[in-house]
């Protein structure tokens, strides 16, 4: 059974930094290009970053470019979303997602739970 655990969310002030964790278990972490959406109240999920299976592509949203970073252990089958100078309009639920050789981001494989993101002015 294929689990993806994020953990890292919380409350912090605009300026702030979190970091998100997604730990993947019950598949093939190396064959999954990974990603970090987001959903704010009243609105669609969005992409905010993702990275290929090897780690050398990645994609941002272009509003948090410059501030998040988003990484991968292969070893420890685990993704990561840096994020750093936090402003308002990045609270949202934040889901990690997986896609087999990500050829689909429209319709990720697999899914976590979600973990809040809740930055105050």
């Known amino acids: 059974q294929v689990q993806l655990v994020e953990s890292g969310g919380g409350l912090v002030q605009a300026g702030g930094s979190l970091r998100l964790s997604c730990a993947a278990s019950?598949?093939?972490?190396?064959?999954?290009?990974m990603g970090w959406f987001r959903q704010a109240p009243g609105k669609e999920r969005e992409i905010a970053a993702t990275?290929?299976?090897?780690?050398?592509?990645?994609y941002y949203l272009d509003p948090v470019k410059g501030r998040f970073t988003i990484s991968r252990d292969n070893a420890k089958n685990t993704v990561y979303l840096q994020m750093n100078s936090l402003k308002p309009e990045d609270t949202a639920v934040y889901y990690c997602?997986?896609?087999?050789?990500?050829?689909?981001?429209?319709?990720?494989?697999?899914w976590g739970q979600g973990t809040q993101v809740t930055v105050s002015s």
């Open positions: 997602a997986a896609d087999f050789l990500g050829h689909n981001w429209n319709r990720p494989d697999y």
């Open positions: 019950g598949l093939t972490f190396s064959n999954y290009a």
């Open positions: 990275i290929s299976m090897g780690g050398g592509r990645i």
